[in-house]
């Protein structure tokens, strides 16, 4: 079972690394002023990106601590289980510090498929976008 998990960790590392690669692709030219395209297609890089990270823990969460989150509040539950060590299953996988970070980006999915894309402005998703980088890094600590 936990050859299987890590394998379908290891796909998701690799396919958040791709994003990874996008969004570089898409700040590298941070001096001008993104048009509604950039805007749009960073608002779909970090949507996808954490959505890639929830799936992570999700996984983790079903297969290891036999948890299968339920409820409004399963995101945020979520996040703060993998915060937290099992006794006897697992340490924890990320870290308090990670987890208000992560908070953001998950506040942002929200945001992302409740408005038209249109809606979305550079200044406002800006610093997600830059911080990605070094959240990931984390991540795959």
């Known amino acids: 079972m936990y050859k299987e ?3 379908q960790i290891r796909i998701e590392i690799k396919n958040l690394g791709r994003l990874m690669g996008e969004m570089k692709q898409l700040i590298k030219t941070s001096e001008h002023k ?14 996808d990106f954490y959505c890639g990270a929830e799936r992570i823990f999700r996984r983790i969460s079903l297969a290891i601590d036999k948890n299968p989150l339920k409820g409004e509040d399963w995101h945020t539950e979520l996040l703060s289980q993998m915060a937290k ?11 308090e510090d990670l987890v208000q970070k992560l908070k953001e980006y998950l506040r942002f999915r929200h945001l992302f498929i ?18 990605m980088e070094s959240l990931f890094e984390n991540l795959k600590q």
């Open 85 to 95: 060590p099992i006794e006897g299953t697992r340490n924890s996988v990320i870290s």
């Open 114 to 131: 409740h408005i038209y894309g249109f809606e979305l402005k550079w200044d406002k998703i800006k610093p997600l976008c830059f911080d």
């Open 5 to 7: 998990i890590k394998e």
């Open 34 to 47: 993104k048009n509604f395209i950039e805007i749009r297609a960073a608002g779909s890089i970090l949507h």
